[in-house]
């Protein structure tokens, strides 16, 4: 039995070690602060692993991560949101973007939301051999997709590694998506222009685009407009524009354009940056580009807030438990699903 003193002598030494090691994580945070700030990359990629950690435990380290970079945004960074069906050409398309705006003074950071990689095992390689001249630039980040997503945690790191890739000094941030899912949705909420990359010729069904996808698009670029398919991919653009004509004026005001692009001859690109520019033109002139970001900050407060309360809950042992005994009766059919939420958000 431990006497009294000695149990007082072990609570302090375990209160001290507490403090110990909160000072320290304090300390590695500060220090990896710094290093990010300093435009260290290797920093940049340590922080996004943290924000992605799915380990509850690592939530007030990057909420200190976060609030200390709070003031570090990049004050004329712009967001890019690229999506579009595998294969569509869209990493080849943000290598040849990315390094035309390299040439142009800017540093570019390249994330990829995957909703697929946790079946296919990811399209990291596809990422890294399609971008392999940007992925050696020193102006460049490359972030490959994280390899699982849990309790929506992908697109949720997302946009924490924006902010996270503008504190390092990375001024233009493409995200790149594939268009078949839940992940566009998400990624639209979260970058300033979104685009949509089609293939010639081929239907939406085809193309497996989700209705309402191309109504998201401020651009749509009809990609692999060379050889052979040029005649076909300018027939599909005009499709789309004489479609696009149709839909009501957009909320920034500005027209959706419809162009053709190729990303192995280079034509169509110059044209690509000139429709951003144009937009980007409009939206400063009328204030919703400024009105568009502040929406999306309170969205994320709102989504972040839902995350953080149901991977609170579910991570009480007691709360567990019960999710498990309703789980058991939604599968075997006594519960209706709504009902077992219910229940389980008021146990
Ligand atoms: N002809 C032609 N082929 C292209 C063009 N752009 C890309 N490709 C080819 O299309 C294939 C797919 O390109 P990716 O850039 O990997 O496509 P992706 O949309 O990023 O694919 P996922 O990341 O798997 O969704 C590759 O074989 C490219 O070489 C283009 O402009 N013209
Ligand atoms: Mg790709």
Redesign the pocket.
Known sequence: MPTNNQSKSQAIEAAQERIRSNRADLCDITSLANELLDRKSEALARAITLIESNNPSDRPQAHKLLSKLRDHGHPNSLRLGIT????????????RFGLDLIDEGHRVAVL?V?PSSKRTGG?IL??KT?MEKLAVSDNAFIRPSPAADTLGGVARATMEAILLCEAAGYNIILV?T?GVGQSETSVRDMVDVFCL?LIGGAGDEVQGIKRGIVEMADIVVV?????E?VGECRDTASAYRNALHLFPETEGGNKVEVIT?????GDGHDEFRSCVGRLLDIWSGNGFFESQRSLQRSERMASHAKDLLFENKINGIRSQEVWDRLSQSVESGEMSAFSAAWEWMNS
């Open positions: 579009g069906i595998p294969g569509v050409g869209k990493s080849t398309f943000i290598e990829a995957d399209s596809g990422d399609r790149e594939v990359l990609h692999k407009a060379d050889g398919n692009a190729s990303s192995m001859s």
